[in-house]
């Protein structure tokens, strides 16, 4: 019985003498390499790949490295084509309650404590102007690229490059464009909103008049026609009460009345910033004054809107829209009141003021509460008379003075003060 082969044995195995033929001629070569002693063997049993020129080589790395520059050039152009936006040291939505600062500057302080005569003889001469270095503003970095007209000292002195001038222009019609829309709104308003309604109008505009004085005197006929507006705002607002009731208010406006008054005045030269930080300074303020004047504008036209339905404004919803207007006063002034130079204009007035309104009564334009003071302007020296405003409601105190069976002050009625008139 013959047996038969495995196919898969016989595949995979090869012939005997193929086999002793590749071990012989291994042998043979080994032998042969050891013969040679001179040169040595070098005898490789592996094909070698085809060597390439240099060039080819060099080449390649050529190319790889203009890649990876490219690459690394594009990112930088995208980094630095992206908007810079100067961060608003603040937001409107979030509180204006933060913990104190205590880098006020000491010299700064003891100026903003001094009397009103100690400004005299200083306006409008440069010469003689003392520098005042307030506290750095709470902005991100400015853009990196110079702007049309920005090259050179433009900075200095007050002055202004042409695009920020046409923004500030812009800003101030705008604000007096809303104190007109206010003003066309208190008929249709009863006697409390349109008082309540014209004061948190008028001390939020006030806040930007104070904070926006370090301008030429080619920009001072804005900030002067900015300040007629809200006085004359005021002085309707008054006209239409007859005198029953939001007493507190109608005091609060008049008190406002005369220090905007003074507001509308040029600032004097009581200081000398560095380009960098009046720069700063400038670029932030104005930028959160539009996003602000913006918000309330847009609070006018929404009441605007509402007055012209055939049903009357229902009173939550005006409570809605006024707490909008109390919340852009109380963010917008704790950013200024963080500024030194911003707020020294408007604490200058107030100090001065302070003696023809009652320093027992008078409330000031910049601050709502402590907490958005630097701790250094909380522990004021005694006879910087100005109490902070706790309350968003002055008739609310008033109210409650009356319950108490306290003197009412004067009525709404009353004569409107000449001192914001005669200006």
């Not at 009397?115 to 991100?140: H, R």
């Not at 200095?156 to 019609?173: D, H, I, M, S, T």
């Not at 005198?243 to 003074?262: F, S």
Request: charged fraction near 25%; glycine fraction near 8%; charge should be neutral.
């Amino acid at each position: 019985m013959e047996s038969q082969s495995s196919p898969y044995i016989e595949d995979g195995l090869l012939p005997a003498g193929s086999i002793d033929l590749g071990i012989n001629s291994v042998a043979a070569e080994k032998t042969l390499c050891n013969s040679i002693s001179s040169s040595g063997c070098e005898r490789r049993l592996y094909k070698e790949r085809p060597s390439y020129p240099p060039w080819i080589y060099l080449l390649g790395i050529a190319f790889t490295s203009l890649a990876a520059i490219y690459f690394l050039l594009r990112c930088y152009d995208f980094v630095r084509e992206r908007p810079k936006v100067i961060g608003l040291a603040r937001s409107l939505a979030a509180g204006g309650y933060r913990a104190c600062l205590g880098n006020t500057n000491q010299d700064e302080e003891e100026e903003q404590a001094g009397k009103a005569g100690e400004f005299k003889g200083t306006f409008g001469q440069d010469n003689e102007a003392t520098e005042l270095d307030g506290d750095d503003p709470q902005v991100g970095p400015t853009e990196g690229q110079l702007r049309e007209g920005e090259a050179g000292d433009v900075w200095g002195r007050r002055n202004l490059p042409p695009f920020a001038e046409k923004q500030f222009v812009a800003l101030f019609e705008r604000m007096v464009d809303a104190a007109s829309l206010c003003r066309s709104l208190l008929p249709t308003l009863n006697e409390s909103e349109g008082l309540r309604l014209t004061h948190e109008v008028i001390r939020v505009m006030a806040l930007d008049l104070g904070a926006l004085s370090l301008v030429r005197k080619h920009l001072e006929p804005f900030r002067l026609v900015l300040g007629n507006a809200l006085v004359d705002l005021g002085s309707d607002a008054l006209k239409r009460s007859r005198g029953v009731g939001e007493l507190e208010t109608c005091k609060a406006i008049r008190e406002l009345m005369l220090v905007v008054g003074e507001l509308k005045e040029p600032r004097p030269f009581t200081e000398n910033p560095f380009n960098l930080k009046y720069k700063m300074k400038m670029t932030s303020i104005l930028r959160t004054a539009e996003a602000t004047g913006n918000y309330c504008m847009t609070v006018l036209k929404e009441l605007l809107s509402a007055t012209q339905q055939p049903r009357r404004l229902a009173p939550t919803d005006f409570e809605r829209l006024l707490r909008v207007l109390k919340a852009l006063y109380r963010v917008h002034s704790s950013h200024i009141a963080k500024d030194g130079a911003l707020r020294f204009y408007i604490v200058m007035i107030q100090d001065k003021m302070g003696s023809k309104v009652g320093a027992d009564r008078f409330r000031t334009v910049v601050t709502c509460s402590k907490s958005t003071l630097p701790c250094s302007l909380q522990s004021h020296r005694q006879g910087w008379r100005t109490e902070v405003l706790h309350r968003d409601d002055p008739g609310q105190d008033g109210r409650e003075a009356s319950s108490r069976g306290s003197p009412p002050p004067d009525g709404c009625h009353a004569d409107t003060p000449s001192a914001a008139h005669g200006r």
